[in-house]
């Protein structure tokens, strides 16, 4: 059988948040599952937009249609590209990014492992109750327990079977766009290659105009294109 994926939740905007998730990454890989860990396997809109500032798109512009490539690619991962969630809480407030993914996996009846531990937290010392509701108020420790918690929650909740068609229309189009965005970025080995990764993006999801700059050309032919 396919090793199971894993959906990798949390905050990415330092250095030592990045390393975290990483690390939470690994130990998953480590013990049989395979992985989406969004700033390593899909991308960091810090870096893919300086590259496509460069090019000459207005930085308003590209930021938006980055923000669109980013949102549909985490929902298709979310819903159709990963099994299950493992969730990070830490922060001052959990990451914004993270709650919804873990709202639509909650919603879609995938399992979900939340790990925390960040003593902060907003409600006399619990964390908003629409937040732990999405795993049954249970969260783990320490970074050893992720895996057991997940292996668990597995065997208690099978992973669904994502049918797109029976899934609200917004939805539908959010993995269709995330589909042929990683399909593209997986044809032209764009991992961590924030230029291939703003030749992919361009194609995909910037906007046609006649302001738009030049597109570069990979190996002879433009990358595939699909009317967004």
Same mark, same amino acid.
């Given at each position: 059988m396919d090793a199971l994926k894993i959906y990798c939740a949390g905050p990415l905007f330092n250095s030592a948040e990045r390393a975290e998730m990483t690390e939470i990454a690994d130990r *998953? @890989? #480590?013990?049989? %599952? =395979?992985?989406? *860990?969004? &700033?390593?396997?899909?991308?960091? %809109?810090? !870096? @893919? !937009?300086? @590259? *496509? @500032? =460069?090019?000459?798109?207005?930085?308003?512009? $590209?930021?938006? %249609? *980055? &923000?669109? #490539?980013?949102? $549909?690619?985490?929902? %298709?991962?979310v819903i159709q590209g990963c099994d299950a969630l493992v969730w990070n809480l830490n922060g001052r407030v959990p990451d914004e990014g993270a709650v919804s993914e873990a709202a639509i996996a909650w919603t879609l009846g995938k399992p979900i492992v939340a790990y925390q531990d960040d003593v902060r937290s907003l409600i006399s010392g619990r964390v908003n109750p629409l937040l732990m509701g999405l795993v049954d108020f249970d969260r783990v &420790?320490?970074?050893?327990?992720?895996?057991?918690? !997940?292996?668990?929650a597995i065997e208690q909740l099978a992973p669904p079977t994502i049918t797109l068609s029976k899934l609200p229309l917004r939805l539908q189009q959010a993995c269709r766009d995330g589909a042929a965005l990683w399909k593209v970025m997986q044809q032209e080995q764009a991992f961590c290659e924030n230029d291939v990764l703003a030749d992919c993006v361009t194609e995909l999801f910037a906007p046609s105009s006649h302001h738009r700059p030049h597109v570069p050309v990979r190996d002879g032919s433009p990358l595939m294109h699909t009317p967004h």
């Open positions: *998953l @890989v #480590a013990t049989g %599952f =395979s992985v989406y *860990l969004p &700033h390593r396997d899909g991308m960091e %809109f810090r !870096l @893919v !937009l300086e @590259v *496509l @500032v =460069s090019r000459g798109w207005d930085r308003t512009i $590209a930021g938006q %249609f *980055l &923000h669109e #490539a980013i949102f $549909a690619l985490d929902v %298709f991962q &420790h320490e970074l050893d327990a992720i895996v057991p918690a !997940l292996n668990e």
